[in-house]
């Protein structure tokens, strides 16, 4: 049994080391502007649920780095790995919904998810409260502050 045990240890640790190797060799090539490898590493990965790959995707798309250009599938990447609290990536929501890139324009939901990233340490997701607030009615910074604050309490911090 300890046996079992100890292998099924060994096999996690080397899948979880797997995906870390695959994950920088991503970002890597992303820097290096090797982006077919880039997608090779991330993609899978992304796939599976891992929120800095899916980010990373969403970056890509959004500026057309070795993909076509394609706010939609930004926005698709952005939005699985901000559920996942990734805070880089609920700014990023923020910023496309306040622009109305890849998804109608709505303020409420470009203010939501500033609030959220801010509250989960982003920088750039607290400066961006101030600046969309100034676009929007008491009353739509009001519900977006209130569904802000139920996505926090549904996703706690890890």
């Avoid at 300890?2 to 992303?30: C, P, Q, Y």
């Avoid at 500026?63 to 805070?87: F, I, T």
């Amino acid at each position: 049994m300890k046996m079992r045990f100890f292998f099924l240890l060994s096999v996690l640790f080397l899948a979880a080391t797997s995906f870390a190797n695959d994950f920088e060799e991503g970002l890597d090539a992303i820097h290096g502007t090797d982006y077919d490898k880039a997608l090779e590493k991330l993609m899978p990965l992304a796939s599976e649920g891992h929120a800095a790959a899916q980010y990373n995707l969403g970056v890509m798309h959004e500026w057309g780095n070795g993909v076509p250009q394609d706010d939609v599938k930004a926005m698709k990447w952005y939005r699985l790995s901000a559920e996942q609290s990734h805070r880089d990536a609920q700014n990023n929501l923020g910023a496309m919904y306040s622009k109305g890139e890849g998804v109608e324009q709505n303020f409420v939901e470009a203010l939501k998810w500033f609030v959220v990233a801010a509250d989960n340490g982003s920088e750039g997701g607290r400066k961006n409260v101030d600046i969309v607030e100034k676009r929007m009615t008491p009353k739509q910074v009001t519900e977006a502050k209130k569904i802000a604050r139920e996505w926090i309490k549904q996703h706690p911090k890890k």
